[in-house]
């Protein structure tokens, strides 16, 4: 078994390479280059059989996760499925199962057999679920996950005793909110004993390389309130993180890094610049980031706030956002809106990074609409199902088609474009 | 009559930025010497009977208005009254009226006894659809509205044949998509005569100081496609529109200046910096900005995610943008969702301008939050009907309430905020 990282770093192409490369539309050598680099990731284990290859990181395409996953109070695997399915039509980039209801291995299984993205987890879910808190419990289910096929796994390396300690140094309003990062500062603390994945992180490293798991380094310090944004310890877990990227690159396994979070739009660009630095280009993954704390109900919107600026800066992977985030599970049309909200940030992004092709989209939807083509319109539009469904409804009573030439209920005869397109022909 | 600038400029304090000052949270006299400086304004014509005095412009609560208006496919003024529900029920700041189908005036009026927000209109609109397009009925229908008690009104000064001259030397994808920009072109081209409301402004500051009209000077050369953005006809307007600024501040009539529309969001910051330069820190006014051209159907997002960036930049005001932008005129439901929209992005500017109050909401809600108070956080929400409405149809199968205490069904017993909170309380 060789680590797509390993065989960058031996000058070989990998079909996944390849593919990136075909997707891109970038040369082969460059995504290579990026992934000996270490600023490109490839999350792909060899063992999750119909996945797409997919890149993330620096010159590429912004990507956009979704998680899906039951709770104890929505154990259903089917409505996951159904998840599944709407975050793939919606196109998402990559999915993780953050699943902590019913048999989690079970509905594991079903998640990656129908999932053709690069599906990701946090295993330490499964270890909390199923009681095997120990050093051993946790490495076990890291080597299970990885067994069935997961492509990348979030991993909290950056909860330790230092970390902690910068915590009670400067206490904030919000504690820990990420699961995972709680799960470990309780362990931690009670157990008296450093963080077993930070402890024996070249344990991590080698069932990493066996199966070519990406990892996922987590900011389970991520600030949950805009007030507790660039702390003591949310640094300090960066700081950490940092070290590890550049152990796993020597290892030979690739690494993306998670981000925030809560955090206020002025501090967004220079949280991911420094993040940039310290974790030496890593591919950074942004939870949002969240602007504002007030708005449950529409936090899908105030994520592409902070994921357009964040990516703009550099951000590279964007784990969505529902409506329904602070407030309950997502429902499938909850997945679809978060999705597309996630991606509407990352194409805004695209332009600003100069993406190959991000332009176009919007050269092509703007003669569609100097044309007055509404069938091209909505064909370019980022959900065409919605773009059409509002067309018609709303298309006025005197019943325009979709048709070329035809104006919409909004100016009706009296359309902006067609006027001055007129008079500045004379 | 005095109008609210005149008061300022000869130190009188008037009932409105007493007002303003109280809802605001700042000194009487802060708002007075902004009205003097004419870096606010207070859009308020005394014949709107039962209007709130709203401020806008700098260190203030970055405002929101809602668009609403029959079209000839919609003429239906009931229709309008109900979206005027909605954007005063989603707590818009202010409201335009931007009717062209049925019987306008008949329309106007009943939207104005009906508002209790400063209500704007574009005139020309009304010009158009009867049919009034000579310099002399532009004028009329301008003082006509006035009459009726409108508080702003967007007035397309900068249509010349200077700022054509530029569209004509640089074409564009999109040419001119405001409605009363492009008709004014045509008009100019077509009777091959100057913008009457240009050549004889002093005509118009002589309403507006009759009523104590705020113009609001229209951008009609405002981009409608990203690659379009920041070109010679758009600065050149912008250029006239500071010079008539300055008339408009010695006449004692109050300012706002109205901007983009298509915007790439690297270029966003920028724009709104040389408005404010070019235009003296008037109030800026926008529309979006869009950062992108593809997602109609969510430009209620994408303006959130441009209006966020340029409120942060300096702008003062944001029109919302409807989920049906491009697509057809919006339904009630539209307008609450464009306001809400769009209140979040004023809000998380507002948390970077330093408005007073701003991260105050935010650190209630995370109080409330890691209090696990359901109850609070949805009464705390930027919509709480939404939030209820989430939280209960998902709460889980375990029946919780809205009590203090209760996890919610995302992470059920495995809340990080619970664990971690404990964990280093001990």
Redesign the interface.
Known sequence: MTTQRQSALKGEITPQMEEVARDEGRGTEDIRVGVAQGVIAIPFNPLHKNCKATGIGRGLKTKVNANIGT????PNVEEELKKLKAAVEAKADALMDLS??GDITAIRRRIIADCPLPLGTVPI?QA??EDRLTAEGMFEVVEEQAKDGVDFMTIHCGITFESIGR??KQPR???????G???L??WI??NKTENPFYQHYDRLLEIALKYDITLSLGDGMRP?????AGDQAQIQELIILGDLTKRAWEAGVQVIIEGPGHV???QIEAQIKMQKEICKGAPFYVLGPL????????D???A??GG??AA?AGADFLCYVT?????????PEDVKEGV??SR??G???D??KGVPGA?D???E???A??ALNWGK??Q????PV??R???E??????GQGLGTGDV??????????K??????K?
Request: some cysteine; charged content about 20%.
């Open positions: 709770s104890a109070d929505y902590t209801g879910y909390i679920v915590l009670k309003l919000m504690d820990v909110v990420s699961r990062g709680a799960v500062v309780k603390l009670e949950g309130s805009i007030v507790d206020p739009f002025n602007p504002t704390d007030v708005a449950p109900g529409y899908h919107i105030t592409a706030i357009t600026l703009s409506p329904t985030e602070h407030l309950g599970l997502p429902t597309i909200a509407i940030a194409h805004c992004a332009i600003v332009r989209w919007d050269v939807m703007s003669k609409r100097k319109q909505i370019l539009a980022i959900d919605k773009a469904e509002i067309h409804k709303r298309k006025g009573t005197r919409c209920s909004m100016c009706g005869e009296f359309c902006a474009m006027i001055s397109s007129e008079a500045l004379k």
